[in-house]
């Protein structure tokens, strides 16, 4: 099968991006064509050689910005003329908006893939907004990582049902247990760190949209009631400089860590007992699938979309209403004797239905 894969860019961070880079070097491994088409030109994951990378960034630099969409949109309609590729998959709004247009009067089956809940990222322009409405249906299927993300299209931007198809992301599982491998010191960051305590692991930008706050400041009831608890939080972000002064100000230096980026967070999260999702909502919730591989129980606040749905509300892990809800059962792991291998036994059997050789499949039997 040939496939074309177009994006903004293949540039770190992204979760998109991640997983545009995944399913090409899937897809290449099982003996298919694959070419990464990117609006710029910034690669930072890797790719397997055999996968053709073309740009679509024009090379005179003094051209206007306004005018490089129109370039771009020139070069890539020629390159859907030339090519017969047997599926098309764009990611992220200005890459599907420029594939739905160059695929016009082509024979291309396009389908563009949504990764946001819309109206939180578009709502405020109308342009954008008018633009979704009158596009995207334009696309053979559109492709939404979560029902949360499914609900939002319809409802704020009237895309027919028929239309949308439901595809997670996939979890690189074996990927994951390699790179956890890698040797981590946590003593070196918990001079308390204890096998006995309950341990406590969470991921994501310092924002307010995570709530970090709120899972910080569970902690400190926790260590009042006299539970030995730690928690660290993997990310950087703006709030930084807010929640180590909430840190202060509650005495946890010894119990909460700020640990900042890393390109590995799973050597450090292998050593924990639970990751909790504090998240007020996301798209989907990558770092929680990313944890579930792992075999670490999930909660998750109740109503956050993706991380429900990954958890199917409650099935396979503890989704919480509210900080009483979430101490409740952080003492019940800590108390009760089979709680935690219980939920770490869900997790991996979670992490398996969403591995990256059955979402891959998904993609190649998608139906008009």
């Known amino acids: 099968m040939k496939i074309c894969l177009v994006i903004n860019s293949l540039a770190r961070g992204g979760g998109a991006e991640r997983v545009a ?11 298919h064509e694959v ?46 003329k030339k090519n017969e590729n047997d599926l098309i998959i764009s990611f992220l709004f200005r890459a599907n908006i420029i594939s739905i247009i160059s695929s016009i009067f082509t024979e ?69 247990k390699e790179q956890s491998t890698e040797e981590f010191d946590i003593n070196r960051y918990f001079c308390s760190f204890k096998e006995s305590d309950l341990n406590i692991v969470s991921v994501g930008r310092l924002i307010e949209l995570k709530n970090f706050e709120f899972l910080i400041n569970t902690v400190s009831k926790l260590l009042d009631k006299k539970y030995n608890i730690n928690l660290l939080i993997i990310g950087e972000g703006p709030n930084e400089p807010i929640l180590n002064q909430l840190i202060k100000e509650k005495g946890l230096e010894k119990n909460v860590i700020l640990y900042g980026y890393t390109s590995n967070p799973f050597k450090i999260m292998k050593n924990f007992d639970v990751f909790i999702s504090a998240s007020t909502y996301e798209a989907f919730g990558n770092a929680v699938l990313e944890a579930m591989s792992l075999g670490i129980p999930v909660m998750a606040l109740k109503g956050n979309g993706g991380p429900n749905e990954i958890l199917k509300q409650g099935e396979y892990g503890v989704i919480y209403n509210n900080d009483i809800d979430l101490v409740e ?24 239905n969403h591995s990256l050789e059955s979402i891959s499949n998904k993609y190649l039997n998608i139906k008009e």
């Open 108 to 176: 291309n089956k396009m389908i563009i893939s949504e990764r946001s809940f819309s109206k939180e990222n578009y709502s405020e322009s109308s342009l954008i907004k008018f633009v979704i409405k009158k596009i995207y249906p334009r696309a053979c299927k559109i492709i939404a990582i979560s029902n949360s993300v499914k609900e939002s299209l319809m409802k704020d931007f009237e895309i027919p049902e028929m239309k949308i198809e439901v595809i997670s992301n996939p979890v690189n599982i074996s990927k994951i």
């Open 35 to 80: 070419e990464v088409i990117i609006l710029d030109r910034k690669v930072e994951y890797s790719l397997n050689e055999k996968v053709v990378v073309t740009s679509l960034l024009p090379e005179n630099k003094l051209i206007k910005s306004y005018i490089k969409p129109f370039i771009q949109l020139k070069k890539l309609h020629k390159i859907f």
């Open 21 to 31: 880079s995944e399913l090409a070097n899937y897809w290449i491994s099982k003996s």
């Open 329 to 352: 059962n952080l003492i019940k792991f800590i108390k009760e004797e089979g709680v935690l291998k219980k939920y770490s036994c869900l997790s991996l059997n979670r992490a398996k």
